[in-house]
């Protein structure tokens, strides 16, 4: 079975301060890892996944992710947050084999940047 | 060049109707995924078609169902509707059949069942 958390509901940070958002995942074998961001009424955004190779992943928006696989972490971090990129947050993740057609999501953290 | 086109944006529907979704992917992808998405969750995945072939299902009651056209575009279904089934669904356009390809996500259909 795959499962992903996301063990905070909400994270504040202030403008111009790094940001994290965590994920943990389970997987039987290797995973496919996403992370997708949401704005209110609005479906979800890609940001950046990992599939093979380097376990440093840059996505959009100056947004990047770090796989750790003896942690099973895969949390989501930016240098400098901004205002606009409060919203919410998803982390996904599936089984990494041809047939996997399925993305297993976690509940969501809601960031909010403050001025 | 157009995204994933999701119709209607919004719609309310009355308990034991029936409602059809309809979704258009990239143009070139032949995959298509529908996911729900219920208020203060994350998506579930209802359907997966790739090549007009349904190759996933999720665990979701026969009420939900789903088909693709030769043209990729795609509808979902769902019958007897329940309050419950209130929720946003997505639509996501893949260029493969698996995850590894990636999903592009429409801004999707907000169902609401009184």
């Known amino acids: 079975a795959q499962s992903v958390a996301q063990p905070e509901d909400q994270v504040n940070v202030a403008e111009g301060n790094p940001l994290t958002v965590k994920c943990t995942y389970s997987?039987?074998?290797?995973?496919?890892l996403f992370w997708y961001v949401q704005y209110p009424n609005r479906g979800l955004q890609f940001l950046l996944k990992?599939?093979?190779?380097?376990?440093l992943v840059k996505g959009s928006y100056g947004f990047e992710a770090e796989f750790n696989k003896s942690q099973t972490s895969f949390h989501l971090k930016k240098p400098s947050a901004l205002v606009s990129d409060s919203a919410l947050y998803f982390c996904?993740?599936?089984?990494?084999?041809?047939?996997?057609?399925?993305?297993?999501f976690g509940t969501g953290t809601r960031l909010t940047v403050i001025p | 060049d157009a995204g994933v086109t999701q119709s209607p944006t919004h719609l309310i529907k009355t308990r034991g109707q029936h409602v059809t979704l309809r979704c258009s992917p990239i143009?070139?992808?032949?995959?298509v995924s529908w996911y729900q998405q219920v208020l203060g969750q994350g998506p579930q995945f209802i359907f997966q078609y790739y090549e007009k072939e349904e190759r996933g299902r999720g665990n979701f009651p026969d009420r939900f169902s789903a088909r693709q056209f030769p043209n990729y575009s795609s509808e979902l279904n769902v019958n007897a509707l329940l309050l419950g089934d209130s929720a946003l669904y997505l639509c996501?356009?893949?260029?493969?059949?698996?995850?590894?390809?990636?999903?592009?996500f429409g801004s999707g259909t907000r169902l609401t069942v009184v």
């Open positions: 143009s070139g992808h032949k995959s």
């Open positions: 997987v039987s074998g290797n995973p496919y």
């Open positions: 990992y599939i093979t190779g380097d376990n």
């Open positions: 996904a993740v599936s089984r990494a084999e041809t047939g996997a057609n399925n993305l297993f």
């Open positions: 996501a356009s893949s260029a493969g059949p698996s995850t590894g390809y990636g999903y592009t």
